[in-house]
């Protein structure tokens, strides 16, 4: 299985900043994505990152908000921009091993004053 | 639109109590399900899935989930919770849509097990 690892880990931001999350797999995936987990709610999937190409947003996502890079195939990270408290969440990277399984990294909680 | 419905927010049961979960989805091609469980404080870890072959399929802890496709259904189920099964717990489906893999995820259903 794969294992996942996430910065920051919580972090609290202000308004109208932007936050750069990173994540990092310890091997080669082809499929990554982000997740936002809003609180007391479920995963609403952002957007989908596979190396080499530019992300696919879900609806309701877009890349200007939602900046996402792939530079590489362990590696990931999604910014949030000009954030607001609405913003304030989990977000979660999640990768598909070659055994059609997806794993999830441990978030980073982030909350907008 | 694809969606997991999760119909059970709130379960409270007493410890050796049974446990069934439900999960109903809307998607008509082939699909693979998934239980998913969050513990206080923890992240996501994967509690059982189903692919193909027997539509029963058990999972870790003691966890089962039969897959009924003439109901769209995949629920979960346990014969004696333990307290430390109080978690939240996510159904989730893997289908193709729009030419990409997705997974979805219902809204979750948060289960107290008082000692």
């Known amino acids: 299985s794969a294992v996942i690892s996430q910065k920051p880990s919580r972090d609290i931001c202000q308004r109208g900043t932007s936050l750069t999350i990173q994540c990092q797999v310890d091997?080669?995936?082809?499929?990554m994505f982000w997740y936002r987990q809003q609180p007391g709610q479920s995963l609403t999937l952002i957007a989908t990152?596979?190396?080499?190409?530019?992300?696919?947003?879900e609806s309701g996502f877009v890349i200007d908000k939602f900046p996402i890079s792939r530079p590489n195939l362990t590696f990931s990270t999604l910014t949030v921009s000009n954030m607001s408290p609405e913003d304030s969440s989990i977000y979660l990277c999640?990768?598909?091993?070659?055994?059609?399984?997806?794993?999830f990294g441990p978030g980073t909680r982030l909350t907008v004053l | 639109a694809q969606s997991v419905s999760q119909h059970n927010h709130h379960v409270i049961l007493s410890e050796a109590a049974s446990l069934e979960l439900g999960c109903n989805y809307s998607?008509?091609?082939?699909?693979?399900l998934f239980w998913y469980v969050q513990y206080p404080g923890q992240h996501l870890q994967l509690l059982l899935k189903?692919?193909?072959?027997?539509?029963l399929v058990k999972g870790i802890k003691g966890f089962e989930a039969e897959f009924i496709k003439s109901k769209f259904s995949f629920n979960l189920r346990k014969p004696s919770v333990q307290w430390s099964d109080t978690a939240e717990y996510f159904c989730?489906?893997?289908?193709?849509?729009?030419?990409?893999?997705?997974?979805?995820f219902g809204s979750g259903t948060r289960l107290l097990v008082r000692p």
């Open positions: 999640s990768v598909l091993d070659r055994g059609n399984e997806q794993f």
């Open positions: 091997s080669q995936v082809t499929m």
């Open positions: 990152a596979n190396q080499g190409s530019e992300a696919t947003y």
């Open positions: 998607y008509g091609g082939t699909v693979n």
């Open positions: 189903y692919f193909s072959g027997d539509p």
């Open positions: 989730a489906v893997n289908a193709l849509m729009d030419s990409s893999y997705k997974l979805i």
